[in-house]
């Protein structure tokens, strides 16, 4: 069985090795799948509401980028995207479930904010800091009301910030409202 230490973000697999990414058990994975299923989420493209909110976080939070993203079994997919300056967010559709930092989220099941990655070995190296030059990541898991983690919400900037409790507070907030729009879904989603 694999193990997730939240404090030292660390994770260990059968044998005892350090791995970098946070590995989940298929158990895990199945119950959010069928979650997924069951709220009409899996398979979910691009949603025109939740990338209107993801441009809600990047005013909000004045980054870069800001995702909604839900995880499947093998990927996160970006159903809400938006990139500030006029950046052209249609591009941004998803990756495979173990890279950049929201797995870290999804896994922790709290909100994690790294206001310089260039300051953590494991976390400098990430594909996002070589593709668009990311220096600070802020995210919270969508918890619903069975404790499933179904996806994340993010920013990401390219510049280092000194997030605060504030910030973190907001983004839960924020991870908060996608949830209840996801229950409040008549027809599409709904978001406060």
Partial sequence: MNTYDPQGTTTFDDQGNRMLEPQ????????????????GLLGLQ??????????KMT??????????NIFDATN???VGAHMQA????????????????????????????L????????????????????????????????????????VVDIVERDWNMSDVNAIKTFANDVVQGIYHRQGGIALP
């Fill in 24 to 39: 989940e058990s298929d158990k895990v994975v199945r119950l959010r799948v069928a979650r997924l299923r069951e709220l």
């Fill in 46 to 55: 691009r949603d025109e509401q939740l990338s209107s909110f993801a441009a």
């Fill in 59 to 68: 005013e909000t939070f004045q980054a870069a980028v800001a995702v909604v």
């Fill in 76 to 78: 996160q997919n970006f």
């Fill in 86 to 113: 006029g950046g052209d967010a249609s591009s941004l559709t998803g990756m495979p479930k173990n890279v950049g930092w929201c797995p870290h989220t999804l896994a922790r099941k709290k909100a994690f904010p």
């Fill in 115 to 154: 206001g310089n990655v260039m300051a953590y070995p494991r976390f400098a190296g990430n594909v996002l800091v070589d593709e668009m030059g990311a220096k600070s990541y802020l995210g919270a898991p969508l918890i619903d009301d069975t404790g499933t983690a179904l996806g994340t919400v993010c």
